[in-house]
């Protein structure tokens, strides 16, 4: 198999594990990683969705030599125009380029080792990018460095991605994933109705007026108004305060 679905103390961990092919995507690995998100999205045991390449390689992207992609609703690779419900990190070391880079992208959070490389290396090859690259890209580093990434090619380093924002923490290399599993694990302690309503909140309303997206803010703020008040009750218990984390 190469995708693997595991369970870590309430984290889904998806491991890409194609190393003779830097774990580059092929229609196979395309179908699994679908199948794998869509089980995390229904996993009542999972909280927090990680993913990850095997081998010390996040993800060379498409598989060139393979070259068997199809355009299904949710994207080439398998997963990048679907919308889960819960909370995304991607755990990266070595490169993570071309689809690789937009699978990384497709994640809220991007955590990643100081040997780490991204870029938009299908630039060489004259391959679009299809799988989110164009739109992900400039909402998160802004649109003058996504052209130049885009256009260029370039390889940008872990520390220069950090910078920019593209990758959100960094760690040795070697311990991205160990670091992308404790950050899970700081996330899946809280009330996660209202972690997933705020998460969907900010991504439903990207690109909207603030009027429409204050009501979109409203919206899903109303619908998880009885767990904030058993939460209120925890605090006047005497829980939580002064940032102390809830047992």
């Known amino acids: 198999m190469s995708v693997h679905y595991e369970l870590r103390a309430g984290t889904a961990l998806i491991t890409i594990d194609r190393p003779e092919r830097r774990n580059a995507v092929n229609l196979?690995?395309?179908?699994?990683?679908?199948?794998?998100?869509?089980?995390?999205?229904?996993?009542?045991?999972?909280?927090?969705?990680?993913?990850?390449?095997?081998?010390?390689?996040?993800?060379?992207?498409?598989?060139?030599?393979?070259?068997?992609?199809?355009?299904?609703?949710?994207?080439?690779?398998?997963f990048t125009r679907m919308i889960v419900s819960k909370p995304t990190i991607a755990a990266v070391e070595g490169y993570c380029v071309a689809g690789g880079l937009e699978?990384?992208?497709?994640c809220d959070l991007r955590v990643a080792g100081e040997g780490a490389v991204f870029g938009c290396f299908e630039r060489r090859f004259g391959v679009p990018l299809?799988?989110?690259?164009?739109?992900?890209?400039?909402?998160?580093?802004?649109?003058?460095?996504?052209?130049?990434?885009?256009?260029?090619?370039?390889?940008?380093?872990?520390?220069?991605?950090?910078?920019?924002?593209?990758?959100?923490?960094?760690?040795?290399?070697g311990s991205a994933l160990d670091a992308a599993l404790?950050?899970?694990?700081?996330?899946?302690?809280?009330?996660?109705?209202?972690?997933r309503s705020d998460r969907l909140a900010l991504l439903d309303g990207l690109g909207r007026?603030?009027?429409?997206?204050?009501?979109?803010?409203?919206?899903?703020?109303l619908g998880v108004l009885d767990v904030a008040l058993e939460g209120a009750s925890?605090?006047?218990?005497?829980?939580?305060?002064s940032g102390a984390p809830l047992k």
């Open 103 to 106: 699978l990384a992208l497709w």
């Open 28 to 78: 196979e690995t395309a179908d699994l990683l679908q199948r794998a998100w869509q089980r995390f999205d229904s996993d009542d045991k999972a909280a927090v969705g990680v993913l990850t390449g095997a081998n010390g390689v996040f993800s060379a992207g498409a598989d060139l030599k393979d070259f068997d992609l199809v355009d299904r609703r949710d994207g080439f690779l398998g």
């Open 182 to 195: 404790e950050l899970a694990a700081n996330i899946a302690v809280f009330p996660q109705a209202t972690v």
């Open 209 to 221: 007026p603030m009027a429409e997206g204050l009501m979109i803010e409203r919206r899903h703020g």
């Open 130 to 173: 299809v799988d989110g690259g164009t739109q992900r890209l400039p909402r998160i580093i802004g649109v003058s460095r996504a052209l130049d990434m885009i256009m260029t090619g370039r390889p940008v380093d872990a520390e220069e991605a950090h910078r920019i924002g593209l990758a959100d923490r960094l760690a040795p290399t």
């Open 234 to 241: 925890l605090f006047e218990d005497g829980f939580g305060r």
